[in-house]
């Protein structure tokens, strides 16, 4: 069964300044997805960023950007010029590639910015 | 077009009592899946929907089921609750079941059911 694991439960971090959220995955698949999901006190789960495993390349969405280390099972998200509105629960998620949509979270890692 | 929605936003039950939570997946969505989210922890896998059959479901007992009707909206039903069923209960609905690069889910608000 596939794990993902979140070792930081908290996280600070100075407004404008930069923040990386670590992830870690167990899988003896090859192909499939990695996400990070924002969960925010409106409880919404909102999806921030994807990664496609046969993609050499790490996504990037605006401030929001991930190392992707396939190797190492390790897939970290880096957040840029950090906004108050940033702040919230984020969750990385694991799914496998055309096998139905179930996704495995991790933990969670709560951020909180400071003004 | 409006998102995901669920109902009630908050629900408080007995030990016992039996619950029904609704889910109405973004249009054109025909793929639905539930979560449940126990305070401090990430989402949890319960089952998914495709096209009113039920295509997935993870760890949990019979007393959860769940049923999706022919304009794709669902409902999950606990019977028997216990105090361990307190948690967040979110849906996310997707276009398709076959989880591919363009299958995002879409997740509700979701409902949080309180058991006393």
């Known amino acids: 069964a596939q794990t993902v694991t979140q070792s930081q439960p908290e996280m600070s971090v100075q407004e404008a300044e930069t923040v990386t959220l670590s992830c870690t995955y167990d899988t003896s698949e090859s192909d499939y997805y990695l996400f990070w999901y924002k969960q925010p006190p409106s409880r919404q789960m909102i999806l921030v960023i994807r990664q496609e495993a046969y993609k050499q390349q790490n996504a990037t969405e605006n401030r929001f950007s991930v190392n992707f280390q396939k190797a190492a099972k390790s897939f970290s998200l880096k957040i840029s010029d950090s906004q108050l509105g940033d702040a919230a629960m984020y969750f990385c998620a694991y799914r496998r590639r055309n096998a139905g949509n179930m996704l495995t979270f991790g933990g969670g890692t709560r951020l909180m910015v400071k003004p | 077009d409006a998102g995901v929605t669920q109902s009630p936003t908050h629900l408080i039950k007995t030990r016992g009592q039996q619950v029904t939570l609704r889910c109405s997946p973004i249009s054109g969505h025909k793929s639905v899946s539930w979560y449940q989210q126990v305070l401090g922890q990430g989402p949890q896998f319960i089952f998914q929907?495709?096209?009113?059959?039920?295509?997935g479901r993870g760890n949990f007992p019979d007393r959860f089921s769940a049923r999706q009707f022919p304009n794709y909206s669902s409902e999950l039903n606990v019977n028997a609750l216990l105090l361990g069923d307190s948690a967040l209960y979110l849906c996310a609905s997707s276009l398709y079941l076959t989880g591919g690069a363009a299958d995002t889910q879409y997740f509700g608000p979701g409902t949080r059911l309180t058991v006393l």
């Open positions: 929907y495709y096209e009113k059959e039920e295509r």
